[in-house]
């Protein structure tokens, strides 16, 4: 069983930007690879990005590429989502994922989800 935890959200303007943590705890996290979605009001949730577990390798979303950076730090159990150049269409529940088999960029794929960060860009 892992526990996920994401921190990090708030309230920034349009062009500003934010880091989202997702700190991990219980099986050893390093294992598994990792995702962030996100789902805005009304909407199904959305795939942002994906790591592998030794942060080899890394997927994003095609309205994400070169704003959006994920990382990993397997010796604080934390995964990172740096958010640049925010728009108000980011706004949304940020939310990270874990998987121990495979890795992609449908929620099917996860199999542990922490509850959400809120990120609100104003216009």
């Known amino acids: 069983q892992v526990q996920l935890v994401e921190s990090g959200g708030g309230l920034v303007q349009a062009g500003g930007s934010l880091r989202l943590s997702c700190a991990a705890s219980?099986?050893?996290?390093?294992?598994?690879?990792m995702g962030w979605f996100r789902q805005a009001p009304g909407k199904k949730r959305a795939f942002v990005a994906a790591i592998t577990w030794n942060g080899g390798s890394t997927l994003y979303a095609d309205s994400m590429k070169g704003r959006f950076t994920i990382s990993r730090d397997n010796a604080k159990n934390t995964v990172y989502l740096q958010m640049n150049s925010l728009k108000p269409e980011d706004t949304a529940v940020y939310s990270c994922?874990?998987?121990?088999?495979?890795?992609?960029?449908?929620?099917?794929?996860?199999?542990?989800w922490g509850q959400g960060t809120q990120v609100t860009v104003s216009s």
């Open positions: 219980g099986r050893t996290a390093s294992g598994y690879a």
């Open positions: 994922a874990a998987t121990a088999t495979g890795w992609g960029t449908v929620p099917e794929a996860y199999d542990y």
